[in-house]
Each structure stands twice: as C-alpha cells, then as structure tokens.
Antibody
Framework: EVQLVESGGGLVQTGRSMKLSCAAS????????MAWVRQAPTKGLEWVAT????????YYRDSVKGRLTISRDNAKSTLYLQMNSLRSEDTATYYC?????????????????WGQGVMVTVSS | DVVLTQTPPTLSATIGQSVSISCRSS???????????LNWLLQRPGQSPQLLIY???NLESGVPNRFSGSGSETDFTLKISGVEAEDLGVYYC?????????FGSGTKLEIK
C-alpha cells in the first residue's frame, strides 16, 4: 500500500526556517518524481515545487523561488521541503504527492497519491 | 499563469441526481503531440485531495464509473451520473502542461 506521511510542521515566526519531511513507503520511491502542494486555510490548492525522480531537476513557483528548496533522499525514501525566510502567506497545509509520467500510445501526467498533509503556521 | 475557471462554485444535489462541473482554461491544454493535460481531483471534508480523472477522461483506478470527464483544449466537464452521499466535497480541475501548474478555484458539492 502506497503511503506518504508528512511531518515537521508547526508554528514558526516570520523570517525563520522550517523543514518538512515526507516519508514514502509501498512503492519504489526512486522511480517517481514528487511534489509539494499547499492549501492556505479555507483556500484552494496551490502547487509549490516538483523534483525529478533522481533529484537532478527541480521546479518552483515564482513566489517561493530562493526561499523554499525541495530535495530528496532516495536511500531513505524521503522527500523534503526546506523553508527559509518564511512569510505569513506561507501559512498553509502542505501536502506531498507522487508524480506519475506514463507513456503508452498517449502521454499521461498526473499526481496519484497524496499525504495527509502537515500544517505550517507563520506568525510574528 | 494559466487560470482555470470552475463553475458553478457551489452545487447542491439530491442522491441519484446527475450533475456537471465546468472548467475553462485561459490557455489551451493541448500539446503539439495531441495530448491534453487536464486532471480532476476531489477533496472530501477534512481529507487530502484524491485523483479522480487524468488526461481529460481517464478514470483513475478504484474510482467509480459514475464519474466521467470530457472536453478539449480549453473547455472541460466533469460529470457525476447519479450522485451518492460519499461524493460530497470540493472538486478541483488541475492543468499540468504549463508552468506553474495551476488548479481551479474549486466547486463545492453539497448533498440536499
């Protein structure tokens, strides 16, 4: 059974740092790209960052570039999100999700498994 | 950024009723190879999102076949043929062809 379990959230002051982790199990972690998606309280979903299966490529939304860093340790089957210079607008539940890129006669790209989420609250 | 406009924002349905949700994109989601990158997700109350449909019309494994997707380029529809109580929640469309990846604002399905 595929499982994604986030940890590391909590209350942090504006301008400080926090590191989220996502422990993966039930599949070969090193075969899949991974992503972080967040959801501010009572708001919709917002893609944050994606990392390729081997960690060689990373992609970010503009508002987090230079402050948030996605990384992975395939030996530990764990995804990370290092968050620096946190702002109040980073307050959200952060979900890790598995990326699927599949080709048959057509090309498919989607996110099929999601963790339960971890809450990050940034406050002065 | 690609804007996905979902309508209606709220939907109220009785059990067994069929409903449709629209997702309109500000840019075409069709690539040069003929593939279209629009997915649908459901977030039940207090839960994380779950994938329902990928690439417009492909049903994710384990998702009931009362869910179906259709559309092309910029106009897409999610249909539920015979709503059940477990279908309540917020439905999101998501485009995965243009950076940054974006979601629709959501359609909340309530059960009467």
């Amino acid at each position: 059974e595929v499982q994604l379990v986030e940890s590391g959230g909590g209350l942090v002051q504006t301008g400080r740092s926090m590191k989220l982790s996502c422990a993966a199990s039930g599949f070969t972690f090193s075969n899949y790209g991974m992503a972080w998606v967040r959801q501010a309280p009572t708001k919709g979903l917002e893609w944050v960052a994606t990392i390729s299966y081997d960690g060689s490529s990373t992609y970010y939304r503009d508002s987090v570039k230079g402050r948030l860093t996605i990384s992975r340790d395939n030996a530990k089957s764990t995804l990370y999100l290092q968050m620096n210079s946190l702002r109040s607008e980073d307050t959200a539940t952060y979900y890790c999700t598995r990326e699927v890129r599949r080709y048959t006669t057509d090309y498919y790209y989607y996110f099929d498994y999601w963790g339960q989420g971890v809450m990050v609250t940034v406050s002065s | 950024d690609v804007v996905l406009t979902q309508t209606p924002p709220t939907l109220s349905a009785t059990i067994g009723q069929s409903v449709s949700i629209s997702c309109r994109s500000s840019q075409s989601l069709l690539d040069s190879d003929g593939d279209t990158y629009l997915n649908w997700l459901l977030q039940r109350p207090g839960q994380s999102p779950q994938l329902l449909i990928y690439s417009v019309s492909n049903l994710e494994s384990g998702v009931p076949n009362r869910f179906s997707g259709s559309g092309s380029e910029t106009d897409f529809t999610l249909k539920i043929s015979g709503v059940e109580a477990e279908d309540l929640g917020v439905y999101y469309c998501m485009q995965v062809i243009h950076a940054p990846l974006t979601f629709g604002s959501g359609t909340k399905l309530e059960i009467k």
